[in-house]
């Protein structure tokens, strides 16, 4: 089994910075992409950004030029720092990581439970 946990969110100022953390956990033998969605008040649940494990990565547009994707293949640890943050960022951020848990196995993709984002003076 593969537990995936996010941390960092809270409340910041517009303008302000957060930087959230992912770890995953368990049964790993791979992490192929990972990513961080967002589920903002009242709107369906939207990628924020994706990293492969080569480390290329891919922005929303509303992201592109204020937050980076970045990961730590030996930590299992994927990160989202997020800065100019404003009040249309709040919302619940999500993590997920495509995991192989064997050589030649299929990979599946877990989710964290999410973590607050509020953006407010």
């Known amino acids: 089994q593969v537990q995936v946990v996010e941390s960092g969110g809270g409340l910041v100022q517009p303008g302000g910075s957060l930087r959230l953390s992912c770890k995953a956990s368990?049964?790993?033998?791979?992490?192929?992409?990972m990513a961080w969605y967002r589920q903002t008040p009242g709107q369906k649940r939207d990628m924020v950004a994706y990293i492969t494990s080569d480390g290329l990565s891919y922005y929303a547009p509303f992201a592109k030029g204020r937050f980076t994707i970045s990961r730590d293949n030996a930590k299992n640890t994927e990160y989202l720092q997020m800065n100019s943050l404003k009040p249309e960022d709040t919302g619940v951020y999500y993590c997920?990581?495509?995991?192989?848990?064997?050589?030649?196995?299929?990979?599946?993709?877990?989710w964290g439970q999410g973590t607050q984002v509020t953006v407010s003076s």
């Open positions: 997920n990581a495509d995991v192989a848990g064997t050589p030649h196995g299929p990979s599946h993709t877990y």
């Open positions: 368990g049964s790993i033998f791979s992490i192929y992409d």
